[in-house]
DNA sequence: GCCGGAATTTGACCGATGTCAAGTGCGGAT
DNA sequence: ATCCGCACTTGACATCGGTCAAATTCCGGC
C-alpha cells in the first residue's frame, strides 16, 4: 500500500531536471515546449527538504519564489480574526503553493507540510525574467492561476449544494483522482491530513466528517481504517459527490 | 438615491479612453505606468450596451477577449449537472469578467447583466501581445487573478464559518465598500440582484435571505424596502459580518 | 509488549436552516 | 386607475449538522 503521496515510483531515479521529472507532465513544464523547459529549470533551484508540520510558506511573508511541491502533500489554510482555521486546500505533487501570492506579492496563507515534503523553487526574479521571453510559460501560468481560481469557485458551490455525506465523498473521488494522475493507486491510499483538517476544509466539524466516513463504510463505498481508505466502488463514488 | 450601480458621476463627460475613465484607477490600467495605459487603449474597444438579462459570456464559449463591465452589474453563475445554479459572484463596474477562462481559454461559467450595461473588451490576440510587451500589464494581470483567488478563498472559509445573517451583513458590507470606491454611496443603495440571487451566492435559500434581511432591519442595521438598502450603521456592520 | 496521549468514533441533544405553504406588496401592463 | 404576476415576506415544521461528552482505537516511545 502507498504509505505516503510520493511522486518517485519504485526505481525510478533521482529526479535531477524538469525534463527528466517524473511529475513533469502535471506540473509547469507539462504543456511548454522542449526548449522552454529548457529554459525553465536553469532558473528552479531545490528548496531542502522539510519535516511534517513545517511551513512551506507563511502568511504574509513576501512572494520570492513560486513554490511547487515535489513530493509529499501539504495543506494551505489561514486563521481567520477570531482565530479559526480554514484549510484552503491540499497540495500534492506537482501542484504549486500560494498562487494567492500573486495578487500583492505576499503570501495570504499558510502552507504546511503534512508529511515529509519536497519542493521546486522558482526565485521571482528568474520567473519573471522568462516570463517575459516565454510565451509558453506565459500561458502556463495564467492556466494555472485560471484552473486555481475556478475550482476554488465551483468548490464553493458545491459545498454549499450538497451535505456532509456527499462533500466527503466529492473529497474522496477527487483525492482518487488526483493520485491516480500521479501513477499512484485511486482505490488504495493513505490521507496524510486529519480529520479536522478535512471538516475545516469541507466547512464541516471533525465529528461530522467521521460520522460520514462510517455512513459511507456501512453503506459499502469504502474501506476505512483511521487514514487508510480504500474505495470500493470509485466511479459511483464519483457520481454520488458529483456535480459539475 | 442612486437606482443603478453606473460609474459616471453626474456630469462626467462621455468615457472614451482608459486614461480619462472615471474608472481607471479601479481598472485594469489603476497601476499602470502612463505609457502603458496608452498602449493598453488602443487595444481596447467598447462593447455595444446590452439589455438586463442577456449574457456576457456563454459558459463553454471561447475567451476571445477579456471583458471589462463599464456601467451597470451583472453575476457570475454556472450550472451544477442536476441543474442548480450556483452565483460565483456579482461584478460591478471596472471588474473583470470570466477570469476562469484563463485555464482553459474557454468561459467556464456564465455572466448575466443585471440591468442594462456597457462594457469594454480587450481581444485576447491583442492582449497577449501587450502582456508580451508591458511589464506592468503583466503584473497588473497576475495581481487580478491572484486577488480573485484570495478572494474566492476566503469567501469560502467564511460562508462555512458564520451563520446567516452574518453572511448577509458581511454581503452587504462588502457592496457597501465596493460601491463606495465607486464614488457611490456606502449607505443607500438599490442591490440590482434578486433574494435568490443573493442566496445562491452566500449558499442559503431565499427565504433565509429574507429572513436575514429582517433580522437586520429588527436589530437596526439597516432599512430594507424590497432592494433598497440603507445601511444605518455601516461601520459596525462590516464587524459584525466581519472576519479576516 | 506495554503505556500514554492524541486522533477518531460514537451517542444524545438542540438549534439553525431548509422545506412547504400561505400571505403581502410592488411594479408593469392593459 | 385597476389588475395581474412575480418577488418577497412570514409562518409552521422537519431535519441535518453542530455541540458537548464519553468511549475506543491508533501510534510512537520505552
Redesign the pocket.
Given at each position: 500500500m502507498n504509505t505516503r503521496f510520493h511522486a518517485k515510483r519504485a526505481g525510478t531515479p533521482e529526479c535531477v531536471s524538469c525534463r527528466d521529472c517524473a511529475l513533469r507532465a502535471l506540473c509547469l513544464p507539462g504543456h511548454l515546449p522542449l526548449a522552454e523547459v529548457h529554459a525553465l529549470e536553469r532558473a528552479v533551484e531545490r528548496g531542502r527538504p522539510l519535516p511534517a508540520g513545517s511551513a512551506l510558506v507563511h502568511c504574509g511573508a513576501p512572494m520570492h519564489a513560486l513554490l511547487v511541491v515535489r513530493s509529499g502533500s501539504a495543506k494551505s489554510h489561514s486563521v481567520t480574526l477570531d482565530g479559526v482555521e480554514q484549510v484552503h486546500g491540499f497540495v500534492l505533487p506537482g501542484e504549486a503553493v500560494g498562487l494567492e501570492g500573486f495578487a500583492a506579492g505576499v503570501y495570504s496563507c499558510d502552507v504546511t507540510a503534512l508529511e515529509p515534503l519536497e519542493y521546486c523553487r522558482m526565485p521571482m526574479r528568474g520567473l519573471e525574467a522568462l516570463i517575459e521571453q516565454l510565451p509558453g510559460l506565459r500561458r502556463e501560468i495564467l492556466r494555472l492561476l485560471g484552473g486555481a481560481l475556478d475550482e476554488s469557485q465551483r468548490l464553493r458551490g458545491q459545498l454549499s449544494l450538497c451535505?456532509?455525506?456527499n462533500r466527503v465523498a466529492r473529497f474522496l473521488a477527487d483525492m482518487s483522482r488526483r493520485l491516480a494522475r500521479r501513477g499512484l493507486s485511486p482505490t488504495e491510499f493513505r490521507l496524510s491530513m486529519?480529520?479536522?483538517d478535512i471538516a475545516r476544509h469541507l466547512?464541516?466539524?471533525?465529528?461530522?466528517?467521521?460520522?460520514s466516513?462510517?455512513a459511507l463504510k456501512r453503506e459499502g463505498w469504502l474501506r476505512?481504517?483511521?487514514?487508510d481508505v480504500t474505495l470500493l466502488r470509485p466511479e459511483a463514488l464519483a457520481v454520488i459527490g458529483g456535480r459539475a
Amino acid at each position: 500500500m502507498n504509505t505516503r503521496f510520493h511522486a518517485k515510483r519504485a526505481g525510478t531515479p533521482e529526479c535531477v531536471s524538469c525534463r527528466d521529472c517524473a511529475l513533469r507532465a502535471l506540473c509547469l513544464p507539462g504543456h511548454l515546449p522542449l526548449a522552454e523547459v529548457h529554459a525553465l529549470e536553469r532558473a528552479v533551484e531545490r528548496g531542502r527538504p522539510l519535516p511534517a508540520g513545517s511551513a512551506l510558506v507563511h502568511c504574509g511573508a513576501p512572494m520570492h519564489a513560486l513554490l511547487v511541491v515535489r513530493s509529499g502533500s501539504a495543506k494551505s489554510h489561514s486563521v481567520t480574526l477570531d482565530g479559526v482555521e480554514q484549510v484552503h486546500g491540499f497540495v500534492l505533487p506537482g501542484e504549486a503553493v500560494g498562487l494567492e501570492g500573486f495578487a500583492a506579492g505576499v503570501y495570504s496563507c499558510d502552507v504546511t507540510a503534512l508529511e515529509p515534503l519536497e519542493y521546486c523553487r522558482m526565485p521571482m526574479r528568474g520567473l519573471e525574467a522568462l516570463i517575459e521571453q516565454l510565451p509558453g510559460l506565459r500561458r502556463e501560468i495564467l492556466r494555472l492561476l485560471g484552473g486555481a481560481l475556478d475550482e476554488s469557485q465551483r468548490l464553493r458551490g458545491q459545498l454549499s449544494l450538497c451535505d456532509a455525506r456527499n462533500r466527503v465523498a466529492r473529497f474522496l473521488a477527487d483525492m482518487s483522482r488526483r493520485l491516480a494522475r500521479r501513477g499512484l493507486s485511486p482505490t488504495e491510499f493513505r490521507l496524510s491530513m486529519s480529520r479536522r483538517d478535512i471538516a475545516r476544509h469541507l466547512g464541516l466539524t471533525l465529528e461530522t466528517v467521521s460520522r460520514s466516513f462510517g455512513a459511507l463504510k456501512r453503506e459499502g463505498w469504502l474501506r476505512v481504517r483511521a487514514r487508510d481508505v480504500t474505495l470500493l466502488r470509485p466511479e459511483a463514488l464519483a457520481v454520488i459527490g458529483g456535480r459539475a
